[in-house]
């Protein structure tokens, strides 16, 4: 048993670096594994593959940004070919994401691959925006450069590496530590434990599906419930009651967790 502070890391790419995404992940998952314990940090992906929903009452890319942009600790950006699809303001979805994260004087880190690439997979006018982009963001942030995938490895675990270091030193601290929190549950966090453990294999299941998410059989459609269960996954995983797995889609109780069940 152990308290955490968890931090948010947002994954930002267009939709043609899925091994790239996949190696951020896995990078993330493995630091967890072998270090939350012992420094009391667990960072947890985001990202749209992973916990965004629609919201049919707004563009969704403004959807995205109050889902999970806004809890974003930190952004990892990732580029090969494509910039993205625009928004409203800005020439992708990427780009606004990366770009209002800075905003907020929150850090990101941005890697651009130099991957080979078959000439019919080539979109010249992506490629443009791209570069334009790039030549934009060199005089805001520093960016990293990687020809392999296994180079980008390599990057990833260090700046992984150096995350973690700022989020234990007292600046980084005061700016987006979330304290633990061992006391009384809420009515949503509650919910949730109840639901866990009337499972036979005590897991809750939190799927993204058509107009909402899917909870252990019940699909939930108002956005302020959903938002109010999204804050009480988080909220139990601080406690230590429950556990997500790698995707962040599926739940288990901890030993913590089902002490807390007997309790309810």
């Not at 998952?29 to 939350?36: L, R």
């Amino acid at each position: 048993m152990f308290n955490a502070n968890c931090y948010n890391i947002m994954i930002v790419s267009p939709s043609d670096v899925v091994d790239e995404r996949k190696i951020i992940k896995e990078a993330i998952y493995h630091w967890n594994e072998i270090n939350s314990n012992k420094r009391k940090i667990v960072l947890l992906v985001s990202g749209w593959d992973i916990n965004a929903h629609p919201d049919s009452g707004c563009h969704p890319q403004t959807s995205l940004n109050q889902q999970i942009l806004k809890e974003a600790d930190f952004v990892i950006a990732v580029f090969w070919n494509k910039i993205g699809t625009p928004t409203e303001e800005y020439p992708s979805g990427s780009i606004e994401e990366i770009m209002r994260h800075m905003e907020e004087g929150k850090k990101a880190f941005i890697y651009f691959s130099n991957l080979p690439i078959r000439r019919n997979q080539i979109d010249e006018e992506q490629s443009k925006k791209l570069d334009a982009f790039k030549e934009k963001i060199r005089k805001q942030a520093f960016y990293k450069e990687f020809s392999t995938l296994e180079e980008l490895k390599s990057i990833i675990n260090d700046d992984i590496q150096l995350i973690s270091n700022e989020l234990e030193s007292p600046s980084q601290a005061q700016s987006v530590n979330r304290p633990t929190n061992s006391g009384k549950l809420s009515d949503y966090e509650t919910q949730l434990l109840k639901l866990m453990n009337q499972k036979n294999d005590h897991s809750l299941q939190w799927v993204s599906t058509f107009g909402g998410k899917y909870i252990n059989g019940t699909i939930v459609q108002d956005m302020r419930q959903i938002a109010e269960y999204e804050r009480a996954l988080k909220s139990l995983v601080r406690k230590n009651l429950i556990k997500p797995n790698r995707d962040g889609n599926i739940f288990s109780l901890t030993a913590d967790g089902f002490d807390a069940c007997e309790s309810l």
